[in-house]
C-alpha cells in the first residue's frame, strides 16, 4: 500500500509584525493613563493578501478537498503591519530517547 502523500497547504507561512490598537476598559480615565499600542507578532497561513488588509489563519484544514477551510483567523489592516516576512517551515526529527538514562517513576503506596 503507497503510503498517503503529504498535504501541503496552498498558502504561505508568514510572520507579520504589527502595532495592536488598545483601549482602557472604563468609562472616564486621565491622560496619564490612556495605553500605548503595542506590538504583536502573528505567525500563520497568509490566506488574504488585500490592498487595504492581511488575513493569517493559525489552522489549515489537512484534506485535499478542504483546502479553503481555515481556522482561528486574524485580519490586520495594512496601516497597522510594521513588518510582513514569509518563513520556510522545516520538520525537525525527533532525538531517539536514551530509555536506559530515563529513571523509573516511584509512587508511593497509600497507607
Do not use: Q
Amino acid at each position: 500500500m503507497k503510503p498517503k502523500a503529504v498535504y501541503k497547504p496552498p498558502y504561505k507561512f508568514v510572520e507579520v509584525v504589527w502595532e495592536d490598537a488598545a483601549s482602557n476598559s472604563e468609562t472616564w480615565v486621565t491622560a496619564k493613563e490612556i495605553t500605548a499600542p503595542e506590538e504583536v507578532i502573528t505567525r500563520g497561513w497568509l490566506v488574504r493578501d488585500e490592498s487595504k488588509y492581511v488575513a493569517i489563519a493559525s489552522s489549515v484544514s489537512n484534506e485535499d478537498l478542504e483546502e479553503d477551510h481555515v481556522g482561528n483567523t486574524l485580519t490586520i489592516p495594512r496601516g497597522m503591519i510594521v513588518t510582513m516576512r514569509e518563513l520556510r517551515l522545516t520538520t525537525v526529527k525527533e532525538k531517539p530517547k536514551n530509555i536506559k538514562k530515563m529513571l523509573p517513576v516511584t509512587v508511593p503506596a497509600e497507607s
